[in-house]
């Protein structure tokens, strides 16, 4: 089946580390995104990927950093950096990244900062 | 500059009732795309249907239907005979020709359908 992977599915960390959530998907698309989405509020945009090694910032990108060195992968990595990181993280990805392409999103990783 | 708004921040209803969920956006670009999707309690969101500026005729699938007016800047969807698993956070979103590498979303409706 194709689709989209995210793990862990529940994430906890510890104020001042680093942790790393992982976005596959078997779906042969060009573009990836990542968004943030906190209680009771839409999705924003943290990075996206139109292609293989080149990745843009979106609207909250500050505290997170990506890697795009295959096509089916992009990893966000949630650094110390960041002030407030408890949220649900959701990857998507489209066909070819234009805007007429719907986005295909992942089951979510929620990340809890203790 | 773009933007979605969904007005309705929780709508309630009983099963077998209709329900329309309201998306006003803005642009200024002519050529635009408009989306729908679901996020049932699972978290994860479902792609239900897009629609493009230049295609105003209404869709109906099933027990959905949406209603694309370019006269009010509106998308709005509806649910007939709405349905206990119908509940979940519904987002309208919009991507612009000036910035297509970008979804805006809508902060979201929570539909709650009781049985």
């Known amino acids: 089946d194709g689709g989209i992977t995210q793990s862990p599915k529940y994430l906890f960390r510890k104020e001042g580390q680093n942790v790393t959530l992982s976005c596959e998907q078997n779906?042969?698309?060009?573009?990836m995104y990542w968004y943030r989405q906190d209680p009771g509020q839409g999705l924003r945009l943290i990075y996206y990927?139109?292609?293989?090694?080149?990745?843009q910032k979106g609207d909250i990108a500050e505290g997170y950093s990506v890697s795009r060195e295959k096509k089916e992968s992009f990893p966000l990595t949630v650094t110390s950096a960041q002030k407030n990181p408890t949220a649900f993280y959701l990857c998507?990805?489209?066909?070819f990244g234009g805007g007429t392409d719907p986005q295909y999103f992942g089951p979510g990783t929620r990340l809890t900062v203790l | 500059a773009q933007k979605v708004t969904q007005a309705q921040t929780e709508i309630s209803v009983v099963e077998k009732e209709d329900v329309t969920l309201d998306c006003v956006y803005e642009?200024?670009?002519?050529?635009?795309?408009l989306f729908w999707y679901k996020q049932p309690p699972s978290g994860e969101l479902v792609f239900l249907i897009r629609?493009?500026?230049?295609?105003?005729q209404n869709e109906i699938s099933g027990r959905y239907s949406w209603n694309f007016q370019k006269s009010t800047s509106s998308f709005n969807f509806t649910i007939t005979a709405s349905q206990v698993v119908d509940s979940a956070v519904y987002f309208c979103?919009?991507?612009?020709?000036?910035?297509?590498?970008?979804?805006?979303f809508g902060s979201g409706t929570k539909l709650n359908v009781k049985p």
């Open positions: 998507a990805s489209s066909l």
């Open positions: 779906l042969n698309h060009d573009a």
């Open positions: 990927s139109q292609i293989v090694n080149d990745f």
């Open positions: 642009t200024r670009d002519t050529t635009y795309y």
């Open positions: 629609r493009n500026s230049f295609d105003e």
């Open positions: 979103a919009l991507s612009a020709w000036t910035n297509f590498n970008k979804f805006y």
